[in-house]
């Protein structure tokens, strides 16, 4: 358990920079899309209940202020394997929720402007931004956020700290050897 802990909160932070565009795109899609929640019902609380979905204006906020914070915690690169996982659970919660009974063509919500409307081809045109969030969730979960990120930040003031005290050991170790 310990060293999964310890996998979760420290991430590699040697990736290359331009993962902060796969952070970029995650995040801000997570941040706009939780504000969305809120600012249109059709969004948040009317959507979860036409799903079905137990307790949905309970539901809706939390879903959004996860999707508001850890946007942010993804925009930012603080965090990014902890807040990866609960968005991984969101992305295949909201594709059975949602892709299913698009599939079978009784789904509640209003049907895709365009054909294909039913079937597994207007499941793989709808899935496309899930897909998307899912797969670069998915990513930065196992690459970590990269050198521009909070995380690569802590980590080398860690590790400053670190050579602070072993420098500070080592001198009053000579100190006390004179």
Known sequence: MNRLFSWLVNPPTSGPRSIL?????????????????????????????????PFPHQTAIFVACLEIGGGLLLLTGLG???????????????????????YLGT???????????????AVLHEIRADYAQILTTLFLLINGPGKWSLDAVLQRTAGLAKQNQSSAAIRMSETAAD
């Open 21 to 53: 565009f796969l952070r970029l795109m995650a995040g801000g899609v997570f941040f706009w899309e939780g504000i969305l929640k809120f600012v249109y019902t059709n969004q948040g609380v009317g959507r979860f209940t036409k799903l079905g979905i």
């Open 80 to 102: 990014t394997r902890l807040i990866a996982i609960p968005f991984v659970v969101e992305m295949i919660v909201a594709i059975l929720t949602t892709k299913i009974s698009l």
């Open 107 to 121: 789904s509640p919500l209003p049907m895709p402007p365009a054909l294909p409307k039913v079937g597994i081809w």
